[in-house]
């Protein structure tokens, strides 16, 4: 069962506006048109979906679950609308995790608009993974273990987990071995496969840090701290390749002192592979991460 189109933009917009009469404007509806959009959707779902209150419009918990499927799907629609408006055709929709798309891809990006330029590239990043029922992500860039079943799952790159700070933070510090890192705040990622205990574990003996000096729940705010002086980062030197390479970090002890991971992965199912747009990228994403592009910077 599919509700009528109206019934679930009236339910989005609401949702997104937090208000009926606002809702109704946007739409070039009267207020009472709105409300029976909603009355209809939730006699079709038999369950209630906003709460009016002396506050304004509140949703459900039922409500809020149900937005989220719903505005990627009509998210989706509005896209492939406005495309075929406008006469774009093969565009690829590619999803990533935050940090990579900003740290790696972002600075690749240009290469492949030049090898494709009848592709148009529609890049999104959130920390949650797309959900290709909804038809909406041709492919996923994937921070974590590859515990995705039913999908073509690819490792992009082996990445060196390793100590990182700034050139001048570890002058001042006086930086040379494991041990002088407990002199000093450590920066610590959450959503990392790699930990600083893990590190220390490899490497440390039995160096054992007691805290962190700042937690964050992305790479590149972690990246971000150490540019700015504010202590040591254990992070991927392939993701903070562009920041090494301006001098705004440096591997404090190489790689010698590094944890080898494959954490980010290229997650698609089977049958976008036969998509000639899904190809091109794929063909070019191996090509940026093999060692011998990497090693041109």
């Avoid at 499927?69 to 929709?93: K, P």
């Avoid at 515990?147 to 040379?176: D, G, K, Q, Y």
């Avoid at 407990?182 to 893990?198: E, F, K, T, Y």
Wanted: glycine share 6%.
């Amino acid at each position: 069962m599919i509700p009528p189109l109206s019934a679930l933009q009236a339910f989005e917009t609401i949702a997104r506006r937090k208000s009926f009469a606002l809702a109704a404007e946007e739409l070039h509806l009267t207020p009472s048109a709105v409300s029976h959009q909603v009355a209809k959707l939730e006699g079709l779902l038999h369950v209630r979906l906003f709460e009016r209150s002396a506050r304004g419009v509140e949703m459900t918990p039922a409500g809020q679950q149900y937005l989220q499927r719903v505005a990627s799907a009509l998210g989706a629609i509005n896209a492939a609308t406005e495309d075929l408006r406008h006469g774009v055709q093969d565009t690829l929709y590619v999803h990533s995790s935050p940090s990579f798309a900003s740290l790696w891809l972002m600075p690749r990006i240009a290469r492949f608009t030049e090898l494709h330029p009848n592709i148009s590239l529609v890049l999104s990043a959130s920390h949650v993974h797309s959900d290709f029922q909804l038809g909406q992500m041709d492919i996923d860039i994937r921070y974590g273990m590859p515990t995705w079943p039913n999908l073509e799952v690819e490792c992009i790159l082996a990445e060196r987990i390793m100590p990182l700070a700034s050139p001048e933070f570890i002058r001042t510090h006086a930086l040379h071995e494991p041990k002088d890192l407990m002199r000093v705040p450590l920066i610590q990622s959450s959503v990392n496969l790699v930990q600083w205990p893990d590190w220390f574990t490899r490497f440390g003996g039995d160096l054992r840090p007691e805290r962190m000096g700042l937690r964050f729940d992305r790479a590149m705010m972690s990246l971000d701290a150490a540019v700015q002086k504010l202590g040591v980062a254990l992070e991927s030197a392939s993701v903070g390749q562009a920041l090494i390479d301006s001098g705004k970090l440096q591997p404090i002890f190489g790689e010698k002192l590094s944890l080898e991971v494959q954490a980010h992965f290229m997650v698609y199912p089977a049958r976008h592979a036969s998509r000639p747009e899904v190809k091109s990228f794929v063909e070019w994403l191996r090509e940026e991460a093999s060692p011998l592009a990497i090693s041109k910077g």
